[in-house]
């Protein structure tokens, strides 16, 4: 069965630092999506891609954060400098197009800033 | 604002029957989905609900009401196994694309007795 991807599993960054995140989603599917996880909450919507479009970042810390689908296939998610409230849980999932209503979660990358 | 309400916990034994309420308000919606999440693990789909009514799924089973903004998950027969968390999401209104944002719940953490 098909699965998103997301490395690396585990990430310990010291504050200021830059770190990056990558994610594969599912073949096919055309809508990614990055979310944030802190520990006993649910998963908050940073941005969205359509294909390679950006079509939801108003959630996105622009001042430290970018993320990129070049060729709307991967995405890679940075956080640039790190600060301690950023350690989170990385969530990407993934849907076939605009109509699906599931959403495929990766494994997501557990962030510790020091 | 937007906000989505769930129990923080909920405990029963196994065999029994538990419910899980979820009450929204959001400036739009499409449809409440519910995800299950293990301990350290990826979020995963359990059911949609885009009418009102009941949606039955195995064991599980999802109830929405519009008019009232609630919804809920019912778990029947219950297992060790079902000893997780539980998120409500909100499709919200669509991006100019065509996409939709996910808003989340805060998560109802379930705990299975033997």
């Known amino acids: 069965e098909a699965e998103v991807a997301q490395s690396p599993r585990y990430k310990i960054t010291e504050k200021s630092q830059a770190v990056a995140f990558w994610c594969d989603p599912i073949?096919?599917?055309?809508?990614l999506y990055w979310y944030r996880q802190i520990l006993g909450q649910g998963p908050e919507l940073l941005v969205q891609f359509q294909d390679e479009s950006v079509v939801d970042d108003s959630q996105l810390p622009k001042d430290r954060f970018s993320a990129e689908r070049l060729k709307g296939v991967d995405s890679t998610l940075k956080i640039q400098p790190a600060e301690l409230g950023d350690s989170a849980m990385y969530l990407c999932a993934s849907s076939p197009n605009v109509d699906s209503y599931e959403q495929y979660f990766g494994p997501g990358t557990r962030l510790t800033v020091t | 604002g937007q906000s989505l309400e769930q129990p923080s916990e909920v405990t029963a034994v196994e065999g029994a029957i538990v419910q899980i309420n979820c009450t929204y308000q959001?400036?739009?919606?499409?449809?409440l989905s519910w995800y299950q999440q293990h301990d350290g693990g990826a979020p995963t789909f359990l059911s949609y609900n885009a009418l009102d009514g009941l949606e039955e799924t195995g064991r599980f089973s999802s109830f929405l009401s519009r008019s009232d903004s609630y919804g809920y998950l019912l778990l029947q027969e219950l297992q060790m196994k079902d000893s997780a968390s539980y998120f409500c999401?909100?499709?919200?209104?669509?991006?100019?694309?065509?996409?939709?944002?996910?808003?989340f719940g805060t998560g109802t953490r379930l705990k299975v007795l033997a």
């Open positions: 073949s096919g599917h055309a809508t």
């Open positions: 959001t400036s739009g919606f499409y449809g």
């Open positions: 999401a909100v499709r919200d209104n669509p991006t100019t694309s065509g996409t939709y944002k996910y808003i």
